[in-house]
């Protein structure tokens, strides 16, 4: 199993960039695809981006293609989003989750483990 703690959540102004890190603890993290979600207030869990168990592949919602990029260290056991040009529509709690298989999925059904998320706030 996998514990997953986020971190680097905050207020920043549109069009600022930010990084969110996820922790993971657990002997088996390189054989878990990884995933980002968020959720905004009134809005159901929305998918941001996957990654395959060793970094090979990704995939990004349309929404954030082009200014996010997710990655991973399997040495240090942790998940990162890159955040760029931030936008208000951007605002939301960022949730990181493994799912137990080595390729990722958009669906948040599809992952066994989440962390408590971490707080974005973007401001116009």
């Known amino acids: 199993q996998v514990q997953l703690v986020e971190s680097g959540g905050g207020l920043v102004q549109a069009g600022g960039s930010l990084q969110l890190s996820c922790a993971a603890s657990?002997?088996?993290?390189?054989?878990?695809?990884m995933g980002w979600f968020r959720q905004a207030p009134g809005k159901e869990r929305e998918f941001v981006a996957y990654?395959?168990?060793?970094?090979?592949?990704?995939v990004y919602a349309d929404s954030v293609k082009d200014r996010f990029t997710i990655s991973r260290d399997n040495a240090k056991n942790m998940l990162y989003l890159q955040m760029n040009g931030l936008k208000p529509e951007d605002t939301a709690v960022y949730y990181c989750a493994a799912r137990n298989q080595r390729i990722g999925s958009r669906w948040f059904y599809a992952y066994d483990y989440w962390g408590q998320g971490t707080q974005v706030t973007v401001s116009s």
């Open positions: 657990g002997r088996a993290f390189s054989d878990y695809a």
């Open positions: 990654i395959y168990f060793n970094g090979g592949a990704t």
